[in-house]
């Protein structure tokens, strides 16, 4: 198995992947790393919640903690991103990554905030840029930006990208690059124009895929109990507990107040239960994954920011007592399971209302999530003959109709 420590990477680097919990890297890190350490120009295919955005940020940082080869104004780095949301959240990964580099400095230039404020940090010294097309474009029409120094060209979402009709845009922001950067594109597919971009602005690009069986978790039995309200739920999952063979679970559930609350009637209930939410502090936290993986807990109730990060092999279930907001949480949820092959067992518990969103991760993951019922247990509103109907990513329309 590969371990962060045989990637390349600067020792603060590891620091930072230690106190981010992060134990070892996702198939797209452990393939792309070390290729970029060594500078070939990739492409990968790979879906957000694979650890994708570290496979490229990783080795990007460990560049930049090199001397600057000349004296010269301007990013070092370039991430390019369809839309702001992904801008801050690349920020956010680069900040936590870096936090034991010293002067590593980022601005990150996108659509819908003020100019000035961006005009301001562009006029310091940084070294890594993160953008949307845009807004760049703006900023190098007004020449407040100069690209000549760009080491590494990170094309992110390369598929959204040209989606969102932003291909001359890239094409433009790529002439203004020097031929001698790095250019790293990251993608959910390979094929059509984003290929053609790819042969027009990248040099002899290695080509790395991830197994679709660990990028659409099909490792993962995904199940879904249809609820009607808190105690229908409660009574579920205490069965499941009883009756299902869980060596060790996470519970989600979307409030803070209600982890604790959760956590504690398991634990009273004689289970090996412990919370982890985002007010704990570190060391809290460490705490409880450290008694996780010793075995002295078996079931951990949990918020979505409180388990982004975590990795320990030995989940055998997931379950979302509360849906997550959107797509994206569930993936990342679930992935929390299945890891490194094994295989994994997903429960989510769906209300009334979370119809739209359970047929958006279908959509999403392509795959069907079948509804399951435990006798004595069933809800009480059902869908029409629910089994019988085809998988059109759509059958649940007849259960949403019901109520
Ligand atoms: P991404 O696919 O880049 O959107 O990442 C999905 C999530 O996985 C993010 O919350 C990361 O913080 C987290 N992550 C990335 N790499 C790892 C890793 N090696 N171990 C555990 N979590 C990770």
Redesign the pocket.
Same mark, same amino acid.
């Given at each position: 198995m590969t371990s962060f420590d045989s990637l390349g990477l600067h020792p603060s680097l590891l620091k930072a992947l230690q106190s $981010?919990d992060?134990?070892?890297? *996702?198939p797209i /890190?452990s393939k792309a790393i070390p290729k970029i350490v060594r500078g070939f120009d990739i492409r990968a295919s790979a879906q *957000? %919640?694979? %650890?994708?955005? $570290?496979a490229f940020l990783l080795p990007l940082l460990n560049r930049l903690t090199y001397p600057r080869p000349q004296a010269s104004r301007g990013p070092r780095a370039l991430i390019l991103v369809p839309t702001r949301e992904l801008a801050m959240?690349v920020a956010h /990964?680069a900040e936590k990554y870096s936090r034991f580099l010293n002067r590593i400095k980022t601005v990150c230039v996108v659509g819908g905030v003020p100019y000035p404020a961006q005009q301001r940090q562009l006029s310091r010294p940084y070294d890594l840029l993160i953008a949307t097309p845009g807004r760049l474009i703006d900023f190098l029409d007004r020449k407040k930006i100069n690209l000549s120094h760009v080491e590494v060209f990170v094309l992110d979402e390369a598929d959204r990208m040209l989606d969102m009709g932003f291909v001359e845009p890239v094409e433009r922001i790529a002439s203004a690059l020097p031929t001698s950067r790095q250019t790293l594109l990251f993608s959910a597919t390979l094929a059509g124009s984003v290929q053609q971009l790819s042969e027009r602005i990248m040099n002899k690009p290695m080509d790395i895929k991830i197994h679709s069986d660990q990028a659409k978790h099909e490792n993962i039995t995904q199940k879904l109990h249809l609820v009607d309200n808190l105690g229908h739920k409660n009574r579920i999952l205490e069965h499941i507990l009883q009756e299902e063979q869980i060596e060790y679970a996470i519970i989600f559930t979307s409030t803070k107040r209600h982890v604790e609350q959760l956590a504690g009637e398991l634990y009273e209930k004689g289970h090996s239960a412990a919370p982890l939410h985002g007010d704990m502090n570190q060391r809290q936290r460490s705490r409880t994954l450290a008694q996780l993986r010793s075995g002295k807990i078996k079931i951990l109730v949990a918020t979505d920011v409180a388990a982004? %990060?975590?990795?320990v092999q030995l989940i055998t279930h997931v379950i979302n007592f509360d849906m997550p907001n959107n797509t994206e949480d569930y993936v990342?949820r679930i992935g929390r399971t299945g890891r490194a092959g094994a295989q994994g067992t997903a429960l989510s518990f769906a209300a009334h209302r979370d119809t739209f969103l359970v047929k958006k991760i279908e959509q999403f993951t392509g795959q069907q999530i079948n509804v399951v019922e435990i006798a004595g247990l069933e809800p009480r509103a059902k869908p029409n003959h629910p089994k019988k109907r085809p998988f059109r990513g759509g059958y649940r329309k007849s259960y949403a109709g019901r109520r």
């Amino acid at each position: 198995m590969t371990s962060f420590d045989s990637l390349g990477l600067h020792p603060s680097l590891l620091k930072a992947l230690q106190s $981010a919990d992060y134990t070892e890297p *996702t198939p797209i /890190q452990s393939k792309a790393i070390p290729k970029i350490v060594r500078g070939f120009d990739i492409r990968a295919s790979a879906q *957000t %919640g694979t %650890g994708k955005t $570290a496979a490229f940020l990783l080795p990007l940082l460990n560049r930049l903690t090199y001397p600057r080869p000349q004296a010269s104004r301007g990013p070092r780095a370039l991430i390019l991103v369809p839309t702001r949301e992904l801008a801050m959240q690349v920020a956010h /990964q680069a900040e936590k990554y870096s936090r034991f580099l010293n002067r590593i400095k980022t601005v990150c230039v996108v659509g819908g905030v003020p100019y000035p404020a961006q005009q301001r940090q562009l006029s310091r010294p940084y070294d890594l840029l993160i953008a949307t097309p845009g807004r760049l474009i703006d900023f190098l029409d007004r020449k407040k930006i100069n690209l000549s120094h760009v080491e590494v060209f990170v094309l992110d979402e390369a598929d959204r990208m040209l989606d969102m009709g932003f291909v001359e845009p890239v094409e433009r922001i790529a002439s203004a690059l020097p031929t001698s950067r790095q250019t790293l594109l990251f993608s959910a597919t390979l094929a059509g124009s984003v290929q053609q971009l790819s042969e027009r602005i990248m040099n002899k690009p290695m080509d790395i895929k991830i197994h679709s069986d660990q990028a659409k978790h099909e490792n993962i039995t995904q199940k879904l109990h249809l609820v009607d309200n808190l105690g229908h739920k409660n009574r579920i999952l205490e069965h499941i507990l009883q009756e299902e063979q869980i060596e060790y679970a996470i519970i989600f559930t979307s409030t803070k107040r209600h982890v604790e609350q959760l956590a504690g009637e398991l634990y009273e209930k004689g289970h090996s239960a412990a919370p982890l939410h985002g007010d704990m502090n570190q060391r809290q936290r460490s705490r409880t994954l450290a008694q996780l993986r010793s075995g002295k807990i078996k079931i951990l109730v949990a918020t979505d920011v409180a388990a982004r %990060g975590i990795d320990v092999q030995l989940i055998t279930h997931v379950i979302n007592f509360d849906m997550p907001n959107n797509t994206e949480d569930y993936v990342h949820r679930i992935g929390r399971t299945g890891r490194a092959g094994a295989q994994g067992t997903a429960l989510s518990f769906a209300a009334h209302r979370d119809t739209f969103l359970v047929k958006k991760i279908e959509q999403f993951t392509g795959q069907q999530i079948n509804v399951v019922e435990i006798a004595g247990l069933e809800p009480r509103a059902k869908p029409n003959h629910p089994k019988k109907r085809p998988f059109r990513g759509g059958y649940r329309k007849s259960y949403a109709g019901r109520r």
